[in-house]
């Protein structure tokens, strides 16, 4: 196999910085209009609590569907070595 099959996409230092800086204002700014919605407190906080449990479950999905990609990456990459193998032991020509 070749060592290029196993190298891994990088991201940019920019597109990183763009990832975690929108993050980080989206989380900001929706905590600040919650902190000040004129409501009563324990409607506030049920509020923020559903935005946590939102930023958790987003966190959770990501990681989720990454880790299920990378798995049937791996799978293919192993029945992709298997059937070369049985080729190469089993060529017409040797």
Do not use: Y
């Not at 891994?8 to 990832?19: S, Y």
């Not at 935005?51 to 990609?69: G, P, Q």
Request: no cysteine.
């Amino acid at each position: 196999m070749e060592s290029t099959v196993f190298s891994r996409i990088k991201d940019t230092n920019a597109w990183l910085f763009q990832v975690w800086l929108s993050w980080f204002l989206a989380m900001a700014f929706t905590g600040i209009g919650i902190a000040f919605l004129p409501v009563n407190p324990w409607q506030r906080a049920f509020l923020g609590m559903g935005f946590v449990f939102s930023i958790n479950s987003s966190f959770v999905l990501a990681k989720t569907v990454r880790d299920r990609h990378e798995s049937s990456q791996v799978t293919a990459r192993i029945d992709e070595a298997r059937i070369e193998k049985i080729l190469s032991d089993n060529h017409p020509l040797k």
